[in-house]
């Protein structure tokens, strides 16, 4: 009924061809937007009106990224960057999510830790770093450990709130079944939570990509953060430049990878 | 034979302002194979007894004997049906029939031979790889019928099962499911505050005080009509003398 090849009338294909048609335009706006303003960049630097010692011009951040290429250390930096957000993405998560699971199993233990969690989330934890640098040492475990606290509690809420809002009358029909509390937890809790989760992911992305980049503007001697920092303070906006855009695409990658997983596990929502 | 006997339950909710009796001094006996519906005011206390008879709620006092044996938790010959369907959205029809099995360890070749021929005989073969959102509101109850069928319990509580669907839908569900059930040889109890429905599907009606709910009075339903069916019966000359009867006993004012 559904896989069927069917003939569409004429109109339906003019509705079909509209849209594509549509969608095509955005997309060549959004190159168009981008090319002009690069374009501009140059021109207008080159033309002295603005001047590249302040903002750069893309040609300079070429003849950079070149350099740095050459000297192998392009790579290197944007390994350890992204390295360090992976690994901090990943536990912020996975931590984050076995928490809430502890938290929804044993309530008690959630209604004690509820004022904790709430103090906690409201807290900067860029503040914590000096704490955190002085505990592991100058290094990427430190910057880890930021990218990991700034995740870990907005997770910890967030995904545990969803499992609260599962359906009672779900969980009665599995207890109707017999179902262990971990069965609960497996054929119910858990699924009926993916998308609360993703869209933790999500936001975990971009928290990963802070924590790490503050991380680095503290402590590191390698990574995108750092090219930013080291970049203002020797006056090289051109490295300054050049990393942010390296990091903008790095960050939408990764972005766009969490929410193809969205379309993998929420394929029954379509 | 008495399949199943309430023996003077009586349910008192708890809160921190006070608590709320919902049931009180409630005596029933189901025949084997009967169908049994209980009406009453809305929040009398009706899905209550249901929890108890399922061995979800502990009665404050009281007894309930499943083939005189005492329930004190989910038992496999109960089997429960809730107004919404409640299909996983993120499994098949076919992993949503099956989840009763899975649960309880029981994905044997048998059972599932057993399922895969009652999807045949109700329809729904065709449909076991969709996904419940592209199902219609009717066979999605279908559907929850065979789910809680997999488990083969002896008797079905029903929570006003219908409630959730328009009202042609319904009519064509409750003489779907009435088949059903009585096709398998189901003992049923079924809440509703539909009194049509009521008369339509039962072998006795129930009807239920205000809170806390007590029994009223139970109506026999006898059709002169043979063969019947939901919706034959509301045809017969007694129909609406039944309802007339719980109507009065109803005694429902808009206050």
Redesign the interface.
Known sequence: M?NEAKIFSKEHEIYIKNIKRKKMLILFTQISILIILFALWEILANLKIIDPFLVSQPSRMIKFLIKLYNNGELFKHIFVTCYETIIGFILGTVIGTIIAIILWWWDFLSQVLEPYLVVLNALPKIALGPIIIFWVGNGKTAIIIIALMISLIVTIISVHSGFKEV?E??I????????SKF?ILK??VL??S?PTIISALKINVGLSWVGVIVGEFLVAKEGLGFLIIFGGQVAQLDMVMLSIIILSIAAYLMYAFVASLEDKFLG??N | MVKLKAENISVIYHTLDGETEAIKDFNLEVEEGEFICLVGPSGCGKSTFLNVV?G?IKPSKGKIYIDNEVIT??S?K???M?Q?D?L????TIYKNII??L???NKLNNENLKKLEYMLDKYGLLSFKNY?P??LSGGMRQRAALIRTLA?NPDILLLDEPLTALDYQTRLAVADDIYKIIKNEGKTVIMVTHDISEAISLSDRVVILSKRPAQIKNILKINFSIKNRTPIKVREAPEFKDYFNIIWKELDIHVE
């Open positions: 559904l359906d009358d779900k009665k029909l599995l207890k109707t079944f017999g179902a069965q054929y119910v699924p009926s993916i029954w929502k | 399922a979800l938790k989910p496999n109960i089997g429960y809730f919404k409640h996983f959205e993120w499994r989840l009763g899975e649960i309880q996904y959102r592209q488990l």
